[in-house]
């Protein structure tokens, strides 16, 4: 069993930053997949960005050269770095991940709202 534990969503004004932490609280080594999806109200999950065991990363269209995602096996911690906000970067950001044996976590989310 995996836990997940979102912090660092906020208010920012259009054009600012925000770092989004994920804990695990399994060693990522256990973990292959993280991700990041969000969820803006009234529509679908969306995938965000993920990085896997190996450091490789893979971003959506959307937010390629604005976020960063990171993780630190040392802290069993993933991070989404997100700069250049736009308004419709508001959403619920969620931390996924995939254990080295198939099964999938859901943290409960992080709120970003970006004004405009």
């Known amino acids: 069993q995996v836990q997940l534990v979102e912090s660092g969503g906020g208010l920012v004004q259009a054009g600012g930053s925000l770092r989004l932490s994920c804990a695990a609280s399994a060693s990522v080594f256990s973990i292959g997949v993280m991700a990041w999806y969000r969820q803006a109200p009234g529509k679908q999950r969306d995938f965000v960005a993920l990085v896997t065991n190996a450091g490789n990363t893979n971003y959506a269209n959307s937010v390629k050269g604005r976020f960063t995602i990171s993780r630190d096996n040392a802290k069993n911690t993933v991070y989404l770095q997100m700069n250049s906000l736009k308004p419709e970067d508001t959403a619920l950001y969620y931390c996924?991940?995939?254990?080295?044996?198939?099964?999938?976590?859901w943290g409960q989310g992080t709120q970003v709202t970006v004004s405009s």
């Open positions: 996924f991940a995939v254990s080295s044996s198939g099964n999938n976590y």
